[in-house]
Structures are given as C-alpha cells and as structure tokens.
C-alpha cells in the first residue's frame, strides 16, 4: 500500500495550458504539503494544510492553488505554466507539525514545460 | 531563522569505505534535525531523526548520526559503503515558531565499486 500517492508521475506540457497534480495520503495525517524540487535538487514548502485549512503559504505566484477537499487529499492546480515551473514537485503528509515530527513523501510528479 | 548547510554536493566513496555527510545547523535553541534520502526517480525517505533523546541516532541500512552541540553539527556517517546507498542525501532542520521543515542542498553520494 502507498502511503503517499501522487497522480501523475510524468507530465509534459506546453506554456500557458493549466494542469492539475494530484495528492492522497492513507496514513491517517492530518497535515499535508507542497514542495519543489529545482533542477539543483533544491527543496522548498510551497504550502501547507493542516486539516484541510491553509496553514502555510510561502512566496508562491497565484497562478498556484491548492485544493484539499479532505484531510486525506491535497491537490495542486497550477494555471497558465511557465518554462520556470519545470520540476519536480513533491507532496507530503504528517502527523501534526510537532518539531520532531517526520514527513512522509510521495514519490514526486516531474513536470515539465516546454 | 532556523537552517542547515551541507557541504560538497558530490561525494565519491569507494565501495566498502566510510560514508561521511556533512550537516551544521544555526539554531539559538535546541534543533530537531533529521536525514533524508532520495533514491534515483523516488520521494524522500526519512533515514533518521535527532530530538534530544540520545547524541547518537540510528538510523535504517546502517546509518547513523551524532548530534555534537560544541559543534552545531549533525553529521551522517555509515562505515562500509555498499553500491545501494547511491543516492541524494539531505538534512533537515524543523524550524522553531513555524515549525516548518527546511532543507539543506542535499549530497549526491556516488559509489565506486
């Protein structure tokens, strides 16, 4: 069983078109999270919930909105993509956000524009 | 804020050799750190995690870390590298306030037979 499942893995597709990435955790978590990866391998929080609420928000462009309709899902809708969007984006859950809290991760959605 | 530096992003090690990673983390209060790491194409993977209980952590496939305050560092050591632990190795500092968890750059260990 996934723990953290993430739909699609691959996804290829022209400037300006808006896609979706889908996240499910069936690890009963109640926080859930967006991260980048850059080119260099470079990890960033993009967002956060914590029972579906929006508890983190860094300095991401509006074209990025996230959606958790339940605690289990946390998706990514990204509008109008950018070369510079490329990458591979990861989601995230946990129990909390205890400082010794670990999260657990999905295996990443490689997006690429092109 | 709260941050840790990982040094080198490349480190070659020669199969059955020691496995050293590098972390040093800036905190003014206790940290709570962990090691992650990312096999090729996959998500992270929590290899271990430091929360004050005990200096030395450890960790899954023979891994394991020492929290050294006198040296803010929290060092990722194995003592025989095998071809498996190829892989990008990152340390983690969760962030007293916001308790957000942040990244060091990451090593890529690569492994010579």
């Known amino acids: 069983d996934t723990a953290v499942s993430q739909t699609p893995k691959y996804l290829v597709t022209q400037m300006g078109n808006d896609k979706s990435i889908k996240c499910e955790q069936n690890l009963g978590h109640d926080t859930m999270y967006w991260y980048k990866q850059d080119s260099k391998k470079f990890l960033k929080i993009m967002f956060s919930?914590?029972?579906?609420?929006?508890?983190i928000n860094e300095t991401v462009p509006n074209r990025f909105s996230p959606k958790s309709p339940d605690k289990a899902h946390l998706n990514l809708h990204i509008n109008s993509l950018e070369l510079g969007d490329s990458a591979v984006y990861f989601c995230?859950?946990?129990?909390?956000?205890?400082?010794?809290?670990?999260?657990?991760f999905g295996q990443g959605t490689r997006l690429t524009v092109v | 804020a709260q941050s840790v530096t990982q040094l080198g992003s490349h480190v070659s090690v020669s199969e059955g050799a020691l496995v050293l990673l590098r972390c040093n983390y800036s905190?003014?209060?206790?940290?709570?750190l962990f090691w992650y790491v990312q096999y090729p194409n996959q998500g992270l993977q929590l290899l271990l995690k430091y929360t004050s209980a005990a200096t030395l952590v450890k960790g899954i496939n023979g891994f394991e870390a020492e929290f050294k305050k006198s040296e803010t560092s929290f060092h990722l050591t194995k003592p025989s590298a095998h071809m498996s632990d190829a892989a990008e190795y990152f340390c983690a500092v969760r962030r007293h306030g916001n308790n957000r968890l942040a990244f060091g750059k990451g090593n890529q260990v690569v492994v010579i037979p």
């Open positions: 919930y914590n029972n579906k609420e929006l508890i």
């Open positions: 905190s003014s209060v206790p940290p709570y």
């Open positions: 995230a859950s946990s129990q909390g956000q205890g400082l010794n809290t670990e999260a657990f």
